[in-house]
């Protein structure tokens, strides 16, 4: 692979900026300012679209941090619950994706076709997945609970999700499902940059599959593995429709499987209250954001030093 | 990507190995075996990945042609107990759907959107690829921190903002939003793919008496139509699926959009799930196909563009 | 090469500028100016005759027709096919004036649609279906739908008793935020397999002779039965091996709440979110407590399974149909979804426990259409409200909705007159007492939050009622007093 050179552009060329004007704009208006407007937000106490919003300072933040009563009540819960759900979501894909990657790296015919296979998950919009899979977790007629019933670790009816007390892990296997494709993807274009020299030089050297992976395969895939990881902790940190379709009925909130953007909707749009709804949400991005910089801890020393 | 690892040149042992020929005979014999060992082992094992993908669909292509007597059964199997079309015929001329009218909807705004966002941010990955300037560094961090930025915070920032354009309940509303929603994604991936393509190819064009932009314009370009097409597919299914935006937005029903339309149906068939199921196929087909059409292109070009 | 990139450029752009084209169109409903034969009765020497005249854009017409959307909140067949029978019945009533076009709406979506209508400044339904309580008063609190009063004559006035326009009305200023459709209660009713109280040999409850609680539980143990056919209490009954389920209530996040304050409030005769005093609370008096509690814990008994905890309505049905279940707990509404998805069950309807000799106390309110900010035609939409409460018109709309019409004239009317079924409600109507609630905006919150959640527990037997009373009680006066 090789890395362009860069033009060197002295201050006087105004080419990229003109081609980069769209893309600010277009960012300026319909990412900074939803944004910008949301972080005021949080800041006033305003009900709902339409309300008058009055600046109070650190209210909202306080209240859900420090109160008891509504949302404030859950928001610990939905934080160990945000947490809960994205480690253990992106600790499956990630695992069920490098066992895909290495199966589909090695060549043999009909390759293809099982590459077709995998983009399926993600070609599905989340509605009907979400639908076919509540259908599949049917408690009488489901296909889950058919085969857990054929094989004797079931009795009668059960049902997975939709219930008040429903556990999380059911919507954690969909989204794992969901999201192991794309893990798969990124890891199968680090691997297929590893040249087989090395493979082959240790071979020779008399290491097996296990050795191969530990000593070449790894190191060699740090910075995409660390990449892939990065990105789908952030998209499932922030992920909403999996749960909200899938594992409640209705507009019940669910609080057992509440996580932070979950609660920040309701807080929003169902109890108006958009002000602490947008701190809440503004405290999950900020989590996110620690989240993110500490897995990523050693590319910002490097790029320090 | 780092760079390759120098190996001890001219060593290659397993040539070295000489042995007698009868051995040799055998040690083939062998060899086939393991490769067949070999073969059977990845058939199955990418066998079950490909069964863990498709699952829920063949399930739900199961249940769209299943009579809906049969769909709430004791017995499970993937194969309909009694093939039906029914389901695909009472979805597709209920007036109640509107599948038709949601159908025209989504492909317009995603048609739309797509374009759009291409024009953007082709033309924006390739400055970010060729050029250094003030402020570059900057800028991708920027990119980065609004990829972050939860939905919910800016659902409501968004929708505030629409309303004050007038873009509430308009298509246009729609196609602007999901046009500038992709942009982050599709910057990276395509500056990516410009990073791989060597930068000599435009020297020679401009050496050869090109100006920048005809240059961009008849080498870089064409080079890059796969990763393009392929970035431009992925958008459009992203807008061919996307819910909750177009659910908050879009109001009239002849406004629809497709994954929209199935919750409104849904609505109505509540017990239903055959009808659910066929309408869920339609919605799903498009979007398989053309992501199996475009998966070599997608491939590659998703490689090229995560290798930062 | 370079010919097929023009081309592709060429269609491609031709295809974009088109759809941009179509991409612009504003959604304005159609006014409807299809018809193209018209019959004219024109009334000539005394007689009328009836000739055939092709319309012909006449300038000098009065008034033009006007369309106004209805969105409907229907979810199954019979109550989508009475509201488009009621709209039909109107646009042939006021043909010319008025016209009412049917929209196919949602009930989890109403609240998206209005406010996504008020922000884009119009372009949504005039009338939108909705409930009174969560609903209609949020929205007229929040200024996204309309005050009736303007428009409401003494003739419309008389087709609801006060008490059910008081539920309609805004505590703040009096405004009266939606028209009345269908009622809330009285509507629960224990639907019931009728083979299978006869093979227990129990006599079925009737409006004269209920049962209590008590009864009902005892009745259901009755009916509970393992695969040899012994019940529950008998010895030798077989506890992993129950065919058969005495009773199944639904017991999810929403219905503890509202099921259990029903039962409650139908004891106390008041509500039990209330203001004392001027200080909202969750006010639970002895009795209503006992209803309460013994709501939650039917589970307890046995008579159900865990799994009922977050069963849905269908899936009630279902049960009740093939056998599962002896009895279960749902509204009027389920009738003629039952009636419809199972056409060769026949089905039992009795009262609601409770104490022979107590007044039945029901809560006025529950659904009415509202009438949203930006509608165009505030005139015309207004006298649609009006025209569907007469009795004739909101029979057919509540019968095929399976809730009782918020005019009670219209039980007399067809196709109410005539079915046996709804005789337990017309004797509810007369044996109770209605009182109304006031509106408090934290109530979802709180529900959410606090209730919800502390009764579930109570449902799992984690907590003891009297606890959780309690709490609710301490949590409500934070929670329900906060400013707006």
């Known amino acids: 692979m090789k890395i362009a050179n860069r033009f060197k552009v002295s201050g006087k060329s105004v080419f990229p900026y003109v081609l980069l004007l769209p893309t600010v704009v277009a960012i300026i208006m319909f990412s900074l300012y939803p944004f910008l407007s949301g972080i005021w937000y949080s800041f006033t106490d305003i009900g709902w679209v339409g309300d008058e919003a009055n600046f109070v300072g650190l209210k909202n933040y306080k209240y859900i941090l420090t109160g008891d009563i509504g949302a404030a009540r859950f928001f610990k819960q939905a934080l160990v619950q945000s947490i809960y759900w994205t480690l253990t979501a992106v600790a499956g894909q990630f695992v069920i994706g490098m066992f895909s990657a290495l199966v589909l790296n090695e060549r043999f015919p009909g390759r293809f076709l099982f590459r077709m296979a995998l983009l399926v998950p993600i070609a599905i919009p989340t509605v009907i997945l979400a639908l076919t899979w509540q259908w599949m977790y049917d408690p009488f007629y489901g296909l889950i609970n058919y085969y857990l019933r054929l094989f004797g670790f079931l009795e009668g009816p059960k049902a997975w999700v939709g219930q008040p007390n429903s556990p999380m892990w059911p919507l954690i296997a969909v989204a794992i499902w969901r999201g192991f494709p794309f893990m798969t993807v990124m890891l199968l274009s680090g691997l297929q940059g590893i040249s087989h020299e090395l493979y082959e030089a240790a071979e020779v050297d008399g290491a097996n599959v296990i050795g191969r992976f530990r000593y070449i395969t790894l190191p060699q895939m740090r910075t995409i593995m660390t990449i892939a990881v990065m990105l789908h902790i952030l998209w499932w940190w922030n992920h909403f429709d999996i749960i909200r379709i899938v594992g409640q009925s209705g507009l019940e909130f669910a609080y057992r499987i509440a996580t932070l953007p979950i609660l920040g909707w309701f807080e929003a749009f169902q109890w108006s209250h958009l002000a602490r709804g947008a701190a809440i949400s503004m405290m999950s991005m900020l989590m996110l954001i620690g989240i993110m910089i500490w897995n990523a801890r050693r590319e910002i020393r490097s790029v320090r030093l | 990507m780092t760079t390759s690892r120098e190996i001890q040149p001219g060593i290659d042992k397993t040539h070295r190995l000489k042995i007698g020929t009868a051995s040799t005979a055998m040690l083939s014999q062998i060899g086939r075996l393991q490769k067949m060992f070999r073969l059977i082992m990845l058939y199955l094992l990418a066998g079950l990945i490909a069964l863990i993908c498709l699952l829920p669909i063949l399930w739900m292509a199961k249940t769209s042609f299943e009579t809906p007597q049969f769909i709430r059964n004791a017995q499970v199997q993937f194969w309909p107990l009694q093939f039906t079309l029914e389901n695909y015929k009472n979805v597709l001329t209920n007036p109640h759907a509107m599948i038709w009218r949601a159908m025209l909807n989504s492909l317009t705004v995603a048609s739309i959107a797509t374009v759009l966002n291409l024009m953007i941010t082709t033309s924006a990955g390739y400055a970010m690829s060729r050029f250094e300037f003030k402020g570059k560094l900057v800028f991708g961090m920027y990119l980065l921190m609004i990829y972050m930025i939860p939905r919910t915070l800016i659902l409501i920032g968004l929708f505030v903002m629409l309303a004050k354009l007038r873009l509430i309940n308009r298509l246009m509303g729609l196609v602007i939003v999901y046009a500038a929603i992709g942009i982050t994604l599709s910057i990276w991936w395509l500056k990516g793919y410009f990073d791989s393509i060597p930068v000599e190819l435009e020297e020679q064009a401009m050496i050869d008496g090109c100006s920048r932009v005809s240059a961009l314009r008849r080498i870089i370009l064409p080079l890059s139509m796969p990763a393009v097409a392929a970035v431009g597919l992925f958008q459009f299914v992203d807008c061919w699926n996307e819910f909750m935006i177009a659910l908050t937005i879009i109001q009239s029903p002849q406004l629809r959009m497709l994954p929209v339309q199935i919750v409104f149906f849904m609505g109505i068939q509540r017990v239903e799930w055959g009808p659910v199921m066929a309408f869920s196929m339609i919605v799903a087909a498009p979007a398989i196909i053309l992501f199996s059409f475009a998966q070599r292109n997608m491939v590659s070009g998703l490689m090229a563009g995560f290798s930062k | ?484």
């Open chain 3, 1 to 484: 090469m370079k010919r097929f990139r023009l081309v592709l450029g060429i269609v491609s752009m031709s295809v974009i500028l088109t759809l941009l084209l179509a991409a612009c169109a504003t959604p304005e409903p159609e006014v409807v100016t299809k018809v193209e034969e018209v019959e004219v009765t024109r009334i000539v020497e005394g007689e009328s005759e009836t000739i055939v005249v092709t319309a012909t854009p006449e300038p000098e017409e009065p008034k033009e027709e006007v369309t106004i959307q209805l969105w409907s909140t229907a979810w199954f067949p019979s109550s989508i096919d009475a509201r488009m029978a009621l709209v039909d019945k109107f646009n042939e009533e006021y043909k010319g004036r008025i016209q009412v076009e049917y929209i196919q709406g949602s009930w989890g979506e109403v609240g998206t649609y209005v406010q996504s209508g008020v922000a884009a400044g119009g372009g949504i339904a005039c009338l939108v279906e909705y409930e009174v309580e969560g609903g209609a008063q949020e929205f007229y609190m929040k200024h996204w739908i309309q005050d009736l009063r303007p428009y409401m004559t003494d003739e419309w006035r008389a087709l609801m008793t006060e008490k059910q326009w008081e539920a309609r009305r805004f505590p703040d200023d009096g405004a009266i935020v939606a028209n009345g459709t269908v009622l809330w209660e009285p509507m629960q009713l224990v639907l019931y397999n009728p083979e299978h109280l006869e093979a227990a040999g129990v006599e079925p409850a009737t409006p004269d002779n209920p049962w209590t609680w008590e009864d009902l539980v005892e009745n259901a143990k009755l009916m509970t039965l393992d695969a040899n056919g012994n019940h529950l209490g008998e010895p030798g009954f077989d506890n992993n091996n129950i065919v058969q389920w005495g009773f199944l209530p639904r017991l999810d996040l929403e219905k503890v709440w509202e099921y259990g304050i029903r039962f409650a409030q139908q004891r106390m005769g008041k509500p039990v979110v209330r203001q004392e005093d001027g200080v909202w609370g969750w006010y639970l008096d002895e009795e209503g407590a006992e209803v309460y509690e013994s709501f939650l814990t039917v589970l307890q008994e046995g008579v159900a399974p865990s799994m009922a905890i977050g069963l849905s309505g269908d899936s009630l049905h279902e049960a009740l149909a093939d056998g599962t279940a002896s009895m279960i707990l749902r509204e009027t509404f389920a009738i003629p979804i039952i009636h419809d998805n199972y056409p060769d069950f026949e089905l039992g309807a009795m009262p609601t426990p409770f104490n022979p000799g107590d007044t039945m106390f029901y809560k006025a309110g529950g659904e009415g259409v509202v009438m949203t900010r930006n509608c165009e035609h505030p005139e015309e939409a207004a006298e649609f409200l009006f025209w569907m409460m007469k009795p004739e018109n909101l029979a057919i709309y509540a019968y095929g909705n399976g809730m009782l019409p918020a005019n009670y004239d219209a039980l007399d009317a067809e196709p109410f007159a005539s079915d046996p079924t709804w005789d337990i409600i017309k004797d509810y109507l007369e044996r109770g007492e209605v009182f109304t609630t006031s509106y408090n905006p934290f109530l979802d919150e709180f529900k959410d939050t606090v209730a919800a959640p502390l009764l579930m527990e109570v449902v799992e037997g984690k907590r003891t009622f009297a606890e959780a009373n309690e709490i609710l009680a301490e949590q409500a006066n934070l929670l329900l007093n906060q400013e707006p």
